[in-house]
């Protein structure tokens, strides 16, 4: 293969297939494909704007029977440190949350045995009672295969039940790697590729706002990697025209510290800085129809994460109050606002709050 001509196929923003974009991730320059990432970047935020947001990440439960081999956070139903969040719990945390000046809560779920469709739609109900401009960035592909399990109901019904109780987007979490051979091994008791897959094909045609996500650099191949970022793009591709679809991509390293993969297996994040950013351009490169791509700082620093933002980054995500599942395996960097906004300044662009639909916000 010829790297100009597939640089200048990039730039035209066509589909590069998977032999193809894994030629320019094993073979050009690092300095070339990050030129390439930014060019795309430009033609998306001409406004030199990097956007980054106020949430709050909330465990509404820490009991999942996934047993996911990266995970050092879940619990089993009867042990002694299980729990499930209260109201007056989730009411202190959103205060807490406005005074930041924050709006949303990422309600991440797990896989609770007993936990169904009834259960969380109620406790959207209740949220939406204590604050009702309160956004809800809520479960994901694994828990809606979870439920639809539980209630014997599809995809689609439990995501318009989901809806009618409050639910405002679907994170893209639980995608880890698409590949199943990867799946039935680190996490053999969650969603396959193709029901991940499945539940954003139903929350595209329900108009739902979505995210794509990448854990990558434990026991995949970088093909599996490229292969991943190909079918995100299959399935935006796909989605009803005025539909908002993936509204981003967020890749991140597995944090290996604790985890099964690490003490049982010997699998350490074999990710360095290099190879970060040169998935942050390939990302932006293979993904011409996913408008944002987010570096995630919190699990490779400020440095690579401003670096990040000259190789097609253009996000750079919540500055994570209360994040509990990658922190425990490892994951040590934190922001506050002014400490983001800061490190955005640093890398040469201007900081832009925003909400989850990228719309911007004025921040005081």
Request: one cysteine or more; aromatic letters at 8%; a positive charge.
């Amino acid at each position: 293969m010829n790297l100009d001509k597939l640089y200048s196929k990039a730039l035209s923003k066509e589909f590069l297939t998977v032999d193809e974009g894994l030629f320019l991730y094993e073979n050009a320059p690092i300095a070339k494909l990050m030129l390439v990432a930014d060019e795309l970047r430009k033609e998306i935020r001409p406004d030199n704007k990097v956007t980054w947001l106020i949430d709050r990440n909330v465990n509404i439960t820490n009991v999942c029977i996934s047993a996911c081999k990266f995970c050092n956070f879940y619990r089993n139903k009867n042990d002694k440190e299980a729990y499930i969040t209260s109201l007056p719990e989730y009411k202190k945390k959103i205060e807490e949350l406005k005074k930041l000046g924050g709006e949303q809560l990422l309600l991440q779920g797990g896989l609770h045995p007993e936990l169904g469709l009834e259960f969380y739609s109620n406790l959207f109900r209740e949220l939406k009672k204590i604050s009702p401009n309160l956004k809800l960035h809520a479960l994901g592909p694994a828990e809606i295969v979870h439920i639809s399990k539980l209630d014997k109901k599809s995809y689609r019904e439990i995501l318009e039940a989901l809806l009618d109780a409050g639910l405002d987007s679907l994170p893209g979490a639980g995608a880890e790697i698409l590949s199943d051979r990867v799946r039935k091994i680190v996490s053999p008791v969650k969603c396959n590729t193709q029901q991940w897959l499945d539940v954003m094909r139903e929350a595209h045609k329900l108009n739902m706002l979505t995210s794509a996500t990448m854990m990558f650099g434990h026991i995949e191949t970088k093909r599996e990697r490229i292969q991943h970022l190909a079918y995100v793009r299959q399935v935006q591709s796909e989605k009803p025209e005025n539909a908002p679809g993936f509204i981003a991509f967020i890749p991140w390293p597995f944090q290996d510290k604790g985890t099964v993969l690490n003490e049982k297996y010997g699998v350490v994040n074999n990710v360095k800085a290099e190879e970060y950013i040169k998935t942050i351009a390939i990302s932006r490169i293979m993904l011409p129809n996913v408008k944002n791509i987010q570096a995630s700082w919190l699990t490779v620093g400020k440095d690579v994460g401003e670096l990040c933002l000259h190789a097609g980054a253009n996000d750079f995500g919540s500055i994570m109050i209360e994040e509990n599942v990658v922190s425990a395996a490892g994951a040590s960097y934190n922001f506050d606002a002014k400490g983001i906004q800061k490190a955005i300044t640093e890398a040469g662009f201007i900081p832009q709050m925003r909400n989850q639909k990228y719309e911007y916000l004025k921040y005081s």
